[in-house]
């Protein structure tokens, strides 16, 4: 199953569907364009897309049938195409005279109208249950495929103990359905902690939007981008002085490298008795190799601790554990959200290649990093030379997967 979605309750409802059948579930956000988008369905070929016709940003209206036209013409093997979309961006025009594919679309209220037990169907620890994508820096993007039992285990790991996550929590994080912090979000669902979801652009209609959306919805955990957060900086205002913000706890960041100013930032500007937690990782695995602790000092600077579970380790180039210094992030144990496979690749030659050919049988996410001497680490940029180690800009004037966040396209 296939979504082309924006971050709304369509798109957690369709993928709990998914799942709950065995199925595997992979989105991209409307925003992307045909091409890109068919770069990755293309390479997977979903029976069903559920998508939208468009969707509203900074106050404008972005149409999107002709690219969902061009997906149900061009995705092979395609038997359906569920439109979950608002009524003014209907979907009729897949059955044109010309269309060719003659796509089935189906009404999402009329599938949805009739409520009946949800029954989960028993599948292996490893059996895959999302399909992310690397950025296709290269060449085409990657299908990295995850399996069901390691993926709840490390967001459950990571939401429950490094974010202290709970039932009474509101957990927010600034996202696309076509990013792994998507995933990351949804799972909060496992931890009985109830999500906040946020489709637009965060300075429309102005600055204040989403700490204003803090206050009125109580948000308890707030994520976002690096990019975000040094924004902050550049205002003539402060978001403490204009608003309440009582209700935040910690404040997630990734996307992008911390800079220590914006540290700096957060707690004279933001709110100073918060946990400020940068964390890192990758679309690889989707989730942490480094991250917060609720129970340790938040340095400037600096990423707080390795992730619960993680044989996390600095290499030099020669494969020699650095106790100080700048080297290659790499994990020298299995873990249990390593992809179970790379789609299209049977004998599993580029997964190897991606991870395991810089040091034989150790995990080479592709990252510089440093450990500090107080136990916690600094990434600094990619050690593979293939992304902009500041992060790609979404359209939400964020940084969306490269960077730290995402050991990208090898």
Not at 159 to 178: A, E, I, P, W
Not at 269 to 295: E, H, M, W, Y
């Amino acid at each position: 199953m296939a979504a082309f979605l924006p971050n709304g309750p369509e798109a957690i409802i369709g993928m709990l569907a998914t799942t709950s059948l065995g199925a595997i579930w992979s989105s991209c956000s409307p925003d992307f364009g045909a091409a890109s988008v068919i770069d990755r369905f293309g390479q997977i070929a979903p029976k069903v897309l559920i998508a939208t016709g468009g969707y509203q940003y900074a106050g404008k209206t972005i149409r999107t049938q002709d690219t969902v036209r061009a997906l149900s013409a061009r995705l092979a093997g395609l038997v359906a195409v569920v439109d979950a979309g608002p009524p003014e961006f209907r979907l009729d025009e897949l059955h044109s005279p010309d269309d060719v594919t003659r796509t089935k679309v189906l009404s999402w209220q009329a599938l949805t109208s009739e409520s009946a037990p949800l029954e989960f169907v028993a599948t292996p620890f490893d059996h895959p249950v999302y399909i992310l994508y690397s950025s296709g820096t290269t060449g085409l993007p990657k299908g990295i495929v995850h399996g069901a039992g390691g993926i709840l285990l490390q967001h459950l790991k990571e939401h429950l103990l490094h974010v202290d996550l709970h039932r009474d929590d509101r957990l927010f994080y600034f996202t696309t359905c076509g990013w792994m912090m998507w995933n990351w979000l949804v799972s909060g669902l496992a931890a009985g902690a109830t999500l906040v979801l946020y489709d637009g652009s965060p300075t429309w209609p102005d600055e204040d939007a989403l700490w204003r959306l803090t206050d009125e919805l109580g948000i308890t955990v707030f994520g976002t981008s690096a990019r975000y957060l040094a924004s902050v900086a550049r205002r003539a205002t402060s978001p403490r002085d204009m608003h309440s913000l009582a209700s935040i706890r910690s404040i997630l960041s990734t996307g992008s490298p911390l800079a220590p100013e914006t540290f700096d930032t957060v707690y004279e500007r933001i709110k100073p008795d918060l946990q400020l937690a940068s964390i890192s990782g990758g679309t690889d695995i989707c989730g942490c190799f480094v991250l917060g602790n609720p129970l340790l000092p938040v340095r400037r600077g600096e990423i707080q601790c390795a992730a619960l579970g993680m044989a996390v380790d600095i290499y030099d180039s020669d494969g020699q554990s650095l106790p100080a210094g700048r080297g290659e992030l790499v994990c020298i144990r299995p873990f249990p959200s390593q992809p179970v496979a790379f789609w299209a690749d049977p004998q599993g030659e580029k997964y190897r290649k991606a991870y395991f050919a810089r040091f034989p049988g150790v995990w080479a996410h592709g990252d510089f990093a440093e450990r500090t001497s107080s136990g916690g680490y600094i990434i600094h940029e990619r050690s593979d030379a293939v992304l902009n180690p500041g992060g790609v800009p979404d359209r939400y004037g964020g940084t969306l997967p490269c960077g730290s966040a995402d050991a990208g396209d090898r």
